[in-house]
Antibody
Framework: EVQLVESGGGLVQPDSSLTLSCAASGFTFDDYAMHWVRQVPGKGLEWVSGISWHGNNIGYADSVRGRFTISRDNARNSLYLQMNSLRVEDMALYYC???????????????WGQGTPVTVSS | DIQMTQSPSTLSASVGDSVTITCRASQSIGSWLAWYQQRPGKAPKLLIYKTSILESGVPSRFSGSGSGTEFSLTISGLQPDDFASYYCQQHNSLSHTFGQGTKLEI
């Protein structure tokens, strides 16, 4: 059974940093691209970032490019999102999602975690 | 970036009804469109990708169609579990944009 478990969310002040983690199990992690998708409670979904199976092909939404960094550790079956210079508008539930393909450009999210909340407030 | 617009935003229906949700892309995305279902308090679930391919385990009452800029999701014979929110998503360009969602309510 595929499982994705996010952690690392919390309450932070504007302009601070936070790192999210996603522990994956139940599939061959290094065969697939992985993504972060966020959702403001009661609102829609926004793709944040994706990384291909080998970690060499990476993409970001314009809203986070230059502030967020996605990475993966295939030996640990883990995905990460380093978030710097956090803004109030980054406040959301952050989901880890598995791609059906090896390259993040595929963009079909077939499994999702339950999300970790990020609150940005002074 | 490609913009995705869903209609309607809210849809009222009854068990047994058939409903259609529409998704329009701001430019052609070929057949690169997916649909997701999200129940309250739960993560989204992939229903359909590449316009019409049903994800494994998804009931056949769900179907998708369209191409280019106009797409639709049809649910035939609504079941109680189907009352949820639905999102389209383009998987053509690297922005992987979602529609704003359609809430299907009783």
């Amino acid at each position: 059974e595929v499982q994705l478990v996010e952690s690392g969310g919390g309450l932070v002040q504007p302009d601070s940093s936070l790192t999210l983690s996603c522990a994956a199990s139940g599939f061959t992690f290094d065969d697939y691209a992985m993504h972060w998708v966020r959702q403001v409670p009661g609102k829609g979904l926004e793709w944040v970032s994706g990384i291909s199976w080998h970690g060499n092909n990476i993409g970001y939404a314009d809203s986070v490019r230059g502030r967020f960094t996605i990475s993966r550790d295939n030996a640990r079956n883990s995905l990460y999102l380093q978030m710097n210079s956090l803004r109030v508008e980054d406040m959301a539930l952050y989901y880890c999602a598995k791609d059906r393909d090896a390259d993040y450009v595929g963009g079909i999210f077939d499994y999702w975690g339950q999300g970790t909340p990020v609150t940005v407030s002074s | 970036d490609i913009q995705m617009t869903q209609s309607p935003s809210t849809l009222s229906a009854s068990v047994g009804d058939s409903v259609t949700i529409t998704c329009r892309a701001s430019q052609s995305i070929g057949s690169w469109l997916a649909w997701y279902q999200q129940r309250p308090g739960k993560a989204p679930k992939l229903l359909i990708y590449k316009t019409s391919i049903l994800e494994s385990g998804v009931p056949s009452r769900f179907s998708g169609s369209g191409s280019g800029t106009e797409f639709s999701l049809t649910i035939s014979g609504l079941q109680p579990d189907d009352f949820a929110s639905y999102y389209c998503q383009q998987h053509n360009s690297l922005s992987h944009t979602f529609g704003q969602g359609t809430k299907l309510e009783i």
